[in-house]
């Protein structure tokens, strides 16, 4: 099968895929005990004023009337209204996704370019201290709460050390024109250095915070394959024909490693999205996240739905990508 | 050489190096270029004419920007700065009104009607005038979205009878009831449902579908308040500036411009305190303590109209019988709750009501810590303490609930009474005080409320909480109000609530609610646990700052300036 064939083939799957999420989340969330229509009238509403609430929501109808309006709206790219925020689902999450995105993916990159040469250093250094410590290091980073460790590195660099804002994604006296909603992105198109350094210093720690347990996991797994690789025979072969140990270790050991590092990280990657709620509360990071836990304890149930399909969406792609890096990395791999 | 130790050697060094000289030009960067640096004491500085800006976090999103709508304390945190009612609470007595945007008023016969004579020179935000017919329409606007769409704060003025309501001239109206309501005067000076929004801007982007403008006035702000909106950007913070044109004027000192960003956990609010980030804390009770005593932190504690209460379900047994409920009561260590809970800021309840509220009895009966009584209670109604076996539900998320709960429980199991805790969400309690039987004896055993004002009025806590609609079907959960989650019915109590409600003679009414916390305390459908004061945590440099216990939540921006804080 050629590449855009297999492309076209996880994409059309994408469909099935999604009709059997929304099944399943809308069903789970209506299952939990809880009244909606109290949370969106007031507290102190009284009944009747809730019950015309419940009606305006259309929360008095049989579930599967519920549902089967949904999916007719949604087939028109309509997400329904949010009842906390009383906007369209689909500005909601546009107007949010970039913090989640940028957030995740920035804390992917320093997952990558550092858990990938510290799990280098680790293996090459075999039983030496500066393993150990290593060791160490990665059994702490996967051991650690997130939301411990991100009041603790607010503490430490933003109270103690003054080195980091304790949170935002910019300071509020910048301008920064929107285009995309990511904010690196924005201050690059629109040349505005000053908001590409304060877009970089608010996310490093935030990043930081969620990359970490990342950070360790791959470490420890690229340690342990590369460890693996450095005893075949292929190795001992190339360095018996004399190539410099740099190659012998970039070229060939890691090469073959990164392939089980590739998927974790692929993976790892929708978990984060999904788990970026505690970092984007203490940070004050307007993302997903948040919004996506705020529909869940107030069962906001457009929300909810939406925000599940954009996961679903963004994780779909996310393992698509690391499907087309496979056949990259090893030339054996064909679809 | 062993050229593959020497790689990865200088590899690891270099890296350890690279961290170390950014961390620290980081930290030198930030030092020397962004720190202002404190003018010497002797040198004279001529103060810069700048904007003065308040900044002031708040711990959940705004919603929406329709006062007809706003139900919760986040948004309302904007809206009332914005928009303004006919009366104000005294905050210093919870009994008087003061005027507002109505100079004076006269209350009719019976109290069906009441005749305001409106402030002259009022303007809304875009210049329109305030008068009688802006009051007319937004009253009609709030109880008809209302009674449309199911937006809660119309309940607050619900008695009014817009039909008969009267313009005598432009800054006269005649506010006719539907029935007598004698809490009518402080239901008008309440923060939810009766403020005044500007009728030219809901006229001008009415449609057909939409003729009271909801989905422009949800977005849009015109009152006639001193503050005005400048930017919500959602989920991110709101900026409110100075109403250049607003009747109190502005003699004196204010603050021009404040800018409400949103931090939801109170660790990161305390931590913006303790750098000077922000100005206002709005700290839970742990991390106010833990700030107390940091130089240029101010922690106050005054007193509030909130209170605890842990309810009872009077139709369902053990808990049917008076003399249990009365036991449980005593089983409650109400000093510990207030000293381990509360860190000794608080005081126990007093009865049904709190002790700022006016109405409230001093010399209402109070139940004690006192396990002897309680176990001779139980005998005496026939119960062997291991007999009793309760389920007590809470919100989960709540940790001054959790504590109370299991406080509870840990005396109990002392005398052997079992009280199992369930936590849940607002959403989950909901299903299980109301549960879809329709019947009061398959709600829930007790469960755990902390009530806050809809508007200063012993009725709004009795009447909500006490009351029963229909006193010859008991056991149906619709005979009841919401928050009536003890299903308690008293016929006596009913009576007097209701003369307490129609009477305008306003120490007749004092008498009737002191007769009514008696009723109840007697009859015990609730444990009274403690009331809470309220604590403001902000820095030294905010003057003028004070609360009024009859806004929940909410700040009165235009008392507040700055004084004494380096520019930002």
């Not at chain 1, 509360?281 to 069962?299: D, P, V």
């Not at chain 2, 003025?157 to 539907?178: F, G, Q, R, W």
């Amino acid at each position: 099968m050629k590449l855009w064939q297999f492309i076209l083939r996880r994409l059309i799957l994408m469909i099935p895929l999604l009709l059997g999420i929304t099944l399943l989340t809308f069903t789970i969330s209506h299952l939990v005990p809880g009244d909606p229509a109290r949370l969106a009238a007031g507290l102190h509403a009284p009944p009747e004023v809730v019950e015309i609430m419940r009606r305006r929501l259309g929360l008095d109808k049989p579930l599967y009337v519920q549902y089967y309006l949904y999916m007719k709206r949604l087939i028109r790219g309509d997400l329904g209204t949010s009842i906390m925020t009383r906007r369209p689902v689909i500005e909601d999450i546009l107007t949010r996704w970039p913090g989640t995105i940028e957030l995740t993916t920035f804390a992917m990159i320093i997952i990558i370019l550092m858990g990938i040469p510290l799990g280098i250093i680790s293996s090459t250094n075999k039983d030496k201290p500066l393993d150990h410590f290593l060791r160490i290091f990665s059994l702490f980073g996967v051991s650690i709460p997130s939301f411990w460790l991100a009041l603790l590195l607010q503490l430490l660099f933003c109270k103690y050390l003054k080195i980091f804002p304790l949170g935002y994604r910019i300071d509020p006296g910048i301008y920064l024109k929107r285009i995309t909603g990511f904010n690196i992105i924005d201050s690059i198109i629109t040349l505005n250095l000053k908001a590409l350094l304060n877009s970089l210093w608010h996310i490093f720690l935030p990043a930081f915070t969620l990359a970490l347990q990342g950070m360790a996991t791959v470490q420890r797994l690229l340690r342990s394959n590369m460890l693996d690789a450095l005893t075949q025979d292929y190795i001992r072969m190339a360095r018996a024909k004399g190539l410099p140990e740099r190659k012998v270790i970039y070229r060939h050991a890691l090469r073959n490693s990164l392939i089980p590092v590739v998927t974790v990280i692929g993976l790892m990657y929708g978990g984060m999205l999904g788990g970026t709620f505690i970092i984007e509360s203490i940070f004050s990071w307007q993302g997903l996240g948040r919004y996506g836990a705020r529909a869940i304890l107030n069962l906001d149930f457009p929300a909810i739905m939406g925000t599940t399909i954009m996961y679903t969406v963004i994780y779909a792609i996310a393992n698509l990508i690391v499907d087309i890096l496979y056949a990259y990395l090893d030339p054996r791999i064909r679809y | 050489m062993n050229t593959k130790k020497g790689l990865t050697t200088i590899q690891a060094i270099l890296i350890i190096i690279i961290l170390v000289i950014a961390a620290a030009g980081s930290y030198v960067w930030y030092s020397y270029y962004t720190k202002k640096k404190v003018p010497p004491q002797e040198e004279e500085v001529t103060p810069k004419v700048e904007e003065v800006t308040l900044i002031v976090p708040r711990g959940g999103i705004v919603m929406t920007l329709d006062p007809a709508e706003s139900y919760s304390v986040p948004t309302h945190e904007v809206i009332v700065p914005v928009y303004e009612t006919l009366l104000r609470y005294d905050p210093k007595n919870t009994s008087h009104l003061i005027p507002w945007l109505a100079e004076s008023w006269e209350v009719g016969k019976n109290g069906m009607w009441y005749v305001f004579h409106l402030r002259k020179n009022v303007t809304f935000h875009c210049g329109t005038p305030f008068n009688a017919s802006a009051v007319i329409y937004s009253f009609n606007r709030t109880i008809s979205l209302m009674e449309e769409k199911g937006f809660g704060p119309g309940w607050v003025i619900s008695a009014i009878d817009i039909e008969h309501c009267k313009i005598i001239d432009p800054y006269t109206v005649n506010i006719t009831l539907k029935y007598p309501y004698a809490p009518f005067l402080y239901a008008l000076a309440a923060q939810w449902g009766p403020l005044i929004i500007c009728p030219a801007c809901c006229k001008a982007h009415a449609t057909p579908e939409d003729p009271w403008a909801y989905e422009y006035m949800k977005e849009h702000m015109c009152g006639t308040g001193p503050y005005m909106l400048a930017e919500w950007v959602r989920e991110d913070h709101v900026t409110l500036v100075k109403n250049p044109n607003y009747w109190k004027g502005w003699k004196g000192k204010h603050v021009d411009k404040i800018y409400m960003p949103i931090i939801e956990e109170s660790s990161t609010r305390r931590l913006r305190l303790e750098e000077g980030s922000i100005d206002i804390g709005g700290l839970t009770l742990e991390d106010a303590i833990a700030v107390n005593g940091t130089p240029g932190i101010i922690v106050e504690v005054v007193p509030s109209l909130n209170n605890l209460m842990i309810f009872m379900n009077t139709q369902k047994p053990p808990l049917n019988n008076k003399l249990v409920r009365q036991a449980i009561s005593y089983i409650f260590d109400y000093e510990g709750a207030v000293e381990t809970i509360r860190h000794g800021l608080g005081a126990q309840a007093r009865g049904p009501l709190p002790s700022a509220l006016w109405g409230w009895d001093p010399e209402c009966p109070q139940y004690t810590h006192n396990l002897t009584k309680a176990k001779e209670l139980l005998e005496k109604a026939g119960y062997k303490p291991e007999d009793i076996k309760l389920e007590l539900w809470y919100i989960e998320t709540v940790e001054e609930e959790r504590r109370v709960a299991e406080l509870l429980q840990a005396e109990a199991a002392k005398i052997g009474v079992t009280i199992e805790l369930r936590g849940t969400t607002w959403a989950g309690l909901n299903d299980v005080l109301r549960p879809g039987s329709g019947n009061a004896t398959d709600a829930a055993d007790m469960a755990i409320l902390y009530w806050y004002p809809d508007f200063a009025d012993p009725d709004d806590y009795l009447s909500n909480m006490y009351y029963c609609y229909n006193e010859s079907d008991p056991t149906n959960i619709y005979s009841y109000p919401y928050f009536n989650w003890a299903y308690y019915c008293n016929s006596t109590l009913n009576r007097i609530l209701d003369e307490a409600r129609r009477t305008t003679n306003f120490t007749r009414r004092v008498e009737l609610y002191k007769m009514a916390q008696r009723i109840i305390v007697e009859d015990a459908p609730a444990l009274f646990i403690f009331e809470e004061p309220a604590i403001l945590t902000y820095r030294s440099w905010v003057k003028g700052y004070y609360f009024n216990p009859c806004y929940v939540g909410t700040i009165d921006f235009y008392s507040i300036y700055i004084e004494g804080r380096e520019s930002r």
